[in-house]
């Protein structure tokens, strides 16, 4: 199913209802409006922060949308690694602001993400080595602590990329998230000197269920 806005799809329905014939019209209500939510994925704005300070970058701060999506709830988080930096000397440290600031882009909230049963990972654009050669390989990792900054050590992998370029895409269908754990980007290797990004964009996608009641 597309991406349709509130206002769309009223105006597909109040067309629908107004075709003459019953049957065609019956149709057409079998085949749209039942597939039709108008809470059903609609994208808005960008939600209130849900990042910490060393996760913006110089290009845009990360980004979090939230919506319905056939009963599931789907969690966005768009992010550039622009004005991020690495320290590529050990494997699971946060990517971040070298300044300081906590590095985590979420935190997985279960009331929110619903029960998280899925993760994509999909690159955009390829990071930039913008002040060293450093490392392409970006995984994402999740942390019981929010006080992680660049350079610190993340607990897990939830989302282990191998180096994704633009067009390309990972998917977890099994990344048994802790409730309440937070969200980093880090580097994936040790092969890489310290560095700052000049680019790369990953958009990040959690499909999750509430509870059954």
Known sequence: MGIYNAATITTIKNWINGVPNTTIRNILKL?????????DAVVGPALTAEHGAGAIGTA???????YNLNGD????????LTGLAVVGTAAKDAIGLAAGGVAYIGRYVTATYGIVYRI?????????Q?????????????????????????????????????GEVVVNNVPALTADDYIYLIEGDTAATTG????????IRFYGHALIT
């Open 31 to 39: 085949g749209v409006i039942d597939n039709l939510n108008s809470a």
């Open 60 to 66: 845009f701060a990360p980004r979090t949308y939230r």
């Open 73 to 80: 709830i789907v969690t966005e988080i768009h992010v550039d």
């Open 120 to 128: 994509e990972m999909l690159c955009v654009e390829a990071p930039g």
């Open 130 to 166: 913008g002040t060293a050669t450093i490392t392409q390989d970006i995984d994402l990792g999740a942390d019981d602590e929010g006080d992680i900054v660049y350079d610190g050590g993340v607990d897990d992998i939830i989302v282990n990329t191998g180096t994704l370029v633009a």
């Open 196 to 203: 700052v990004y000049n680019a790369g964009q990953y958009i």
